[in-house]
Each structure stands twice: as structure tokens, then as C-alpha cells.
């Protein structure tokens, strides 16, 4: 066999290449090449001529033709002959375009190196770790020139890498520009014009600090970080798919709330999501906070096979315990081995069987006399049915008749529990759901009026409780078994729960529960946990994480751009008896974060991802905070902290648009004007205003939200119904709490919104408009004029930015 001549000297020349620079990365320069060129035909799943190439193991072990890969001779293995073809060789990938040289190269010179993989690749105890499964290391902290910029650990590591590329940091941002963008960063909420002025008056050196611990302490605190966790727990208020049921689940987020604003250390505060049903004697609120994985969506159509979806609720737990605290993309082995990290399918199922075990009840919120009374009326209307039955012998085979004279769009309209029991043939209905369809009946048909008084008057006095939904262990564990090419119907290999070999084992004493996997995910041990929550703590302050791509810290992921400072978080993190408030305060009283965000030539043509902070980033809130602030500025927020959800004014016919036609009617009261964390979320027909700003679906974890800039935001805060109320709340204020001058009332429309005086050359403008709105509005009033001003300011990007 003779490779062609192009072929070897595109070989050489490119290998000489590969030589010069830093030796071949298997996971990150190899196998992408295997992977997508290779895999198709010489994967696990029946590989040709016995040859797999999806691990550095099976490469060199070989397949019906010996080894593919000869440590140290790249030259002579088969892998790199057959690639580049020639003579008696057919080249290989077959029928599909050939790999470029520089793509042999780089496979050769990986087998010159040795053929070195990371563990999991091949059995090479010796081969180096990827950084993110290495422990963490507290950093010595590097000497830097500059003594007038902050000297705390986030600082000098920002600082000295900064100097490393001959830049200077930006200048702190001015006094109000730093108490509108901690107020919002820290509550979500806008600073008050009173606020504002006492900060900047405020000359004591800690004003600042002062500042800050004042936010740490408010409710508010807890409403504003609850966000961003309940995008990773997918928190929603009905089950998606196509019916997309409502459901009770809004104690759960209120302990998320809570648990923030008590700063329950972070590492109690995972144990209780993952097994706080477990704790001896478990109290209310550790099993409330098992919701956690109850926010998995639940398909309610008639037909389905039940074992699937219980099937896909535990393949969506797994993800997300993965993504949330590991930041892995463990769902990648479902199938097959994972293609790029260390992770078998074997060890998928091993963390799958830790939630293959639970039960899905509802905890029910109710005294003892409540439950014995609701007992008792329970049973009396069971005898009534009975009664029912037996005096009336013809009513059974009515209802049936009836039911069959029913057209679909009756039954849709119906109670989910009624429509749940039209679902089903009648002979698969429970009791409870041949009553409900008896009373139905009987609420339709005139003859019969009687009797469902006399049930309507049973059913009002039955006690309505509160309920959560909430996971708990069961008596009987299943038994878990390798899916085979994720299908469950398949049944491998049975496997008991573990994590992977990656990662710090599990203690030789572990019972293998939900348990000992969360205490093994806060183990001061785990690498991954730690620096996965600081890497999100720092996305939100500065748009990116040190790790860009948050939610994979695999080995397909980005490096960090500032490790030591990545560790110097995690390692303090935990030795300070993982308190977040404590990170978020060492994060926001750092010179890093309180830079000012002007746009720097200098800083773009050196860093225009803006990754190694020279300056502080500019971000569109997110689009429950855009809400908040415009009800703050406004004065028509409702500042109570928690309960039920809620359902502010939205455009006729989004209840239309899922495949179940449901009603919104408008909160009125309080209750419309509460915060953007209490709207009610329908996973098939969200909010308008949540969806256009880029609200996650809930139905995957999320760990950062993108931020789009399109036409259909600026028409929904200039035409929605909500948006003009608050435009109006704006203007009554104004002419309220004014003075009775145009000048005075638009400066305070400015702090109300802005937080500052408006310049000289925007106060004339608002001067002409107002006096145009006047013109035009001769029979109009004040208000009208004062309402569309109003618009102006919550519509300008400022408004809806924060510095």
C-alpha cells in the first residue's frame, strides 16, 4: 500500500506543525475528529469489523484486524493509513469527504505523544485529570503595581491579569449609577429618590458597605435571587404538555425565598431540595423543598403508557441535578457512553437509580380537625351516592345516555378532574371519578335539581387545604437496569446507585439513597458543586461567567478565563460555611464589579467579549425585573412577600393559543400589582410579557437566559394593557406628589425612573411635548398629557437597563 504523494507531504508538513506547539489534547483535538468522522460506522452500537473509535481504549485495542492505534508510531498505525488511503486501502471515511491534513496531522502526532487519554478514555491512572473534576486550590495572591484599586483577593487576581495584558481598569462608577445597579442586582427593585439621596450625602469611607448590607437584609433579597434558581428547578404552575393541568406547587418557591433571605447555608439548602424528605423526623418545610423535583412536567393525555413518562420524569431529574450543581451534561449517556467526558452509560444508570425510587405525592397543609372533618363529609357523600343508586335505579344508565350526547368542546370545558374521568372508558374509571361525572349530570338536568342541592350543600362543606407536590422515598425500592440505546422497554445490565468514578466516591458507608447523593454533591470533596454556584453567582454580576459555557464544565467546555480566581470563589465559598449572602457581598463590594460600564476603545480592540473586566457590563433586566421597576417607579407595587400566583392584565386570546382553551381573568386589588416572580406560569401559554423578554419555558433546567433585542418588546411596553397602567400610575404620581411646575414634575419623573436629574437638553424636550400633548388634547386633561411623558421614560432603554 502506497499513500499518495499530496497526501504525505500535507502529512509531514502539518505534523512538523503539531510537533512545535503543546501536545495533543485527546478529548479536546482528538476525539471531535473520531466523533464526527468515525463514530457512525465505529461506534458501540454494532461497530464494522469489530472496531470501535468512540474511546482511546477500543482504538488501541483494536478490532477484527488487530490495534487501530500504536502508541508511539503514528506512522505505522493502521488508524492514520486508512485515513489517508491509497494503493490496496480504501480510504477511510467511506463514501463521505476525506479528513484535511491538518485533521491526520493532528491524530498522528497524537500517536506519536503516546496515544495519552484522560481516565475513563483508556486505563491510564497516570493521565492527567481535566481541570474542572481536579480539586480546587486556594491561589497565592499575585503582587500587583497598583495600590489605589482594590486590594481584596477578587481584585488582585482581576487586576494582576489585567496588567498581564497592559490594561488599566475603569474608574469607579459614580454614586447613583452604584446604588440603582445594587438595588437591582441585589433586590430587583429600584432605589427610591429618598435612598438615592442619602447614599450620595452619606460620606463615611464604608457608605457603601453600608449600602449593601442594608439590600443583603431586605425580603426582597430573596424575591430577587429566587429567580435565577427557579429557572434551573424549571418552576412552573401547571404540568405542560398538552393538556398542561394547573397544579399547586407555589409553597415551594416561597421556600425558596425564604431559605435566601435566612441565608440557609447552600449546602443544607441542596440537601433539602434532594432529600429532605429523608432527614429523621423531617419537618414541613425540608419536605416542601423536595418540590424541587416535583417542577417535572407531567403528560396527563388519555392513552399514554404511565411507565414512559414515569421513565422521562426520572431521565428530567437526573439532567437537572447534573446541570444544576455539576454542571454536566450527563443526559449525554443516556444512550451510549458519553461521546466527550468521562461518563459510561453504565454510570448514567447508576445515578439514575438514586431517583428511580421516589414516590409523587401531595403534602397536604391542614390541622388534624380539618382532616377528620373533611373525612366525615367525605363519607357522607359516599353514602349519599350509594342512596343515591339505590332509590334511583334508571339514574346510572341516564348518565350514560347523556354522556354519550355530549360534543368534545362540553367536555373540554370542564374541570380538569372531569375531563381526566372523560378520558377514560367507563369501566377504567375510579369511584371518585364516576361521581364527579354523576354530579355533573345531575348540575345539567332539571328533573333532578333536588339531589344536587342536597350534594352541592355536602360538597361546599367539605375543608379545601393547601397542598405542595413533593417527592418522597419508597417502602418497595425498584430495581433499576441499564436502558439499552435509552430505550426502557430494553433492560441491560442491572446497576445500583453510584456516581461516576470521575468524581470523589461516595463513603464505603453510603446506603446509596437521594440522601447520600446530595451530602456527596456538597462534600468538600466534590470539585464540581462550588465552583459550578460561583461560576452562576458571577454570570449574573457581569453578564458571562469565568467559565463562558456555564452549563457544561466538561471537557467540551470553556476553560476558565481566570482560574485561580474560579478557585479562590469555590474554596471560600465552602470555608465560609457555604454562605451565598457572604459571596454576594465579597463579589459586590469588589472595585471588579463597582467599575463603571462606559464603552473603552482601548478595552474593545483587546477584549471585546469584555471577559477579563476592564470594565462593567451593561445588561437589559431580565423581564420579571422589568416589570418590578416599572411598578416601583410607579408606586403601585404590592411589596408582600410570597403566596399564590397571581394574574395581571394580558391580550385577549393568548388562553387560546395551547391545545386547552382556558380563561385568564385579571387580578384586581393588590394582587395585580405584585411582583414578576408571582405571575401565574402556564407552560404552554405563558405570559406574554415573561416570553418577549426571554423568560426560560420551564421545562429544562436554565442556567442563563439570553437577552434578545427585538420590535415586539419595544411594542409591548409602549401598547400592553399593563404598560399603560403603570404609564398612568406615573403621570397621577406626578401631578400628585409635584410640584406644581412642569420643570420639578419631570425632574422627579427622572429619579423616579432614572434615578437621576434629566440633562438640560432632555428636560427641553419633554418641555415641547408636553406642550404638543397639550395642543392636541384641548378637551383632554392633565393626566392624558402627563400619561403619554409618562410612556416616554419607562419605554427608553435606560429605564430598562442596568449600568
Known sequence: MKPTLASLVGLIVCSRLMFASEPVDYVQDVKPILTKHCVSCHGATKPRANLRLDTAAAAIRGGDGGPSVVPGQGAESPLILAVVGGGELERMPLKRPPLTDPQIATLKAWIDQGAHAPEGERPDPAAAKHWAFAASVRPQLPLVSRSDWGQSPIDRLILSRLERERLLPS????????????????????????????????????????????????????????????????????????????????????????????????????????????????????????????????????????????????VDRVATTATAFLGLTMGCAQCHDHKFDPISQREYYQFFAFFNNVDEPQLEFATPQQVAKRKSVRSRIAAFHKKLVGSHPELPPKVNAWELTLDQAFKTAQPDEIKAAFDKPFAKRTETQKRAITELFLAQDASSKALYGELAALRGSEPKFETTLVVRERAQPRETYIHLAGDFTRKGDRVAADVPKVLPALPSSASRNRMDLARWLVDPANPLTARVTMNRLWQAYFGVGLVETENDFGTQGTAPTHPELLDWLAIEFVDGGWSLKAMHRRIVTSMAYRQSSKARADVDAVDPGHRLIARQTRLRLDAEVIRDAALAATGLLTRRVGGPSVFPPQPDGVMTQGQMNRTWTPSNGPDRYRRGLYIYFWRATPHPSLIVFDAPNAVQACTRRIRSNTPLQALMLLNDQASFEFAQALAARLLRDAPLNDAERIGLAFRLCLSRQPTAGEQQRLQSLLADERDERMSGTELSAWTTLSRVLLNLDEFITRE
Do not use: C
Request: charged share 30%; hydrophobic share 40%; no cysteine.
Open 171 to 314: 474608574p469607579e462608577a459614580d454614586r447613583i449609577t452604584l446604588i440603582r445597579r445594587v438595588s437591582l442586582d441585589l433586590t430587583g427593585l429600584l432605589p427610591t429618590p429618598e435612598e438615592v439621596d442619602s447614599f450620595v450625602a452619606d460620606v463615611r469611607p464604608d457608605a457603601y458597605e453600608r449600602l449593601v448590607d442594608r439590600l443583603l437584609a431586605s425580603p426582597h433579597f430573596g424575591e430577587r435571587w429566587a429567580r435565577p434558581w427557579l429557572d434551573l428547578a424549571r418552576y412552573a404552575d401547571s404540568n405542560g404538555y398538552s393538556i398542561d393541568a394547573p397544579r399547586t406547587i407555589w409553597k415551594y418557591r416561597d421556600w425558596v425565598i425564604n431559605a435566601l433571605n435566612r441565608d440557609l447555608p447552600f449546602d443544607q439548602f441542596t440537601i433539602d431540595q434532594i432529600a429532605g424528605d429523608l432527614h429523621p423526623e423531617a419537618t414541613l418545610e425540608q419536605q416542601v423543598a423536595t418540590g424541587f423535583h416535583r417542577n417535572t412536567p407531567i403528560n396527563q393525555e388519555g392513552g399514554i403508557d404511565l411507565e414512559q413518562f414515569r421513565i422521562e420524569s426520572v
